[in-house]
């Protein structure tokens, strides 16, 4: 089992940038497909990106797509989500998760993922 800790969200303002980290441990993140999602009060939870084991593949989604970056560093045991250009709506709750299906059908869902970190609150506020 791998266990997931979000950090570095914050109050920013529109137009500013923030980074979120998310560490693993008890298990190596390399095992893992790992994705960005968010859920805003009163929304469902939605997709930001993810990226492969490797690193070598990205998927965002059209809201965030040239703002927004993931990353990893495997040897760290860390993912990170570089945003910028934030606007109000991108307030939310940014939630860390990880996936070992081989099938990436569902990969932009919440349903692929079988671990989660407790999120990390992100307000854009002016």
């Known amino acids: 089992q791998v266990q997931l800790v979000e950090s570095g969200g914050g109050l920013v303002q529109p137009g500013d940038s923030l980074r979120l980290s998310c560490t693993a441990s008890?298990?190596?993140?390399?095992?893992?497909?790992m994705g960005w999602f968010r859920q805003a009060p009163g929304k469902e939870r939605e997709f930001v990106g993810r990226?492969?084991?490797?690193?070598?593949?990205?998927t965002y989604s059209d809201s965030v797509k040239g703002r927004f970056t993931i990353s990893r560093v495997n040897a760290k045991n860390t993912l990170y989500l570089q945003m910028n250009s934030l606007k109000p709506e991108d307030t939310a709750i940014y939630y860390c998760?990880?996936?070992?299906?081989?099938?990436?059908?569902?990969?932009?869902?919440?349903?692929?993922?079988?671990?989660w970190g407790q999120g990390t609150q992100v307000t854009v506020s002016s």
């Open positions: 008890g298990r190596t993140l390399a095992a893992y497909v």
């Open positions: 998760a990880a996936g070992s299906r081989p099938d990436l059908d569902f990969v932009t869902t919440t349903r692929y993922y079988d671990h």
């Open positions: 990226i492969s084991r490797s690193g070598g593949v990205t």
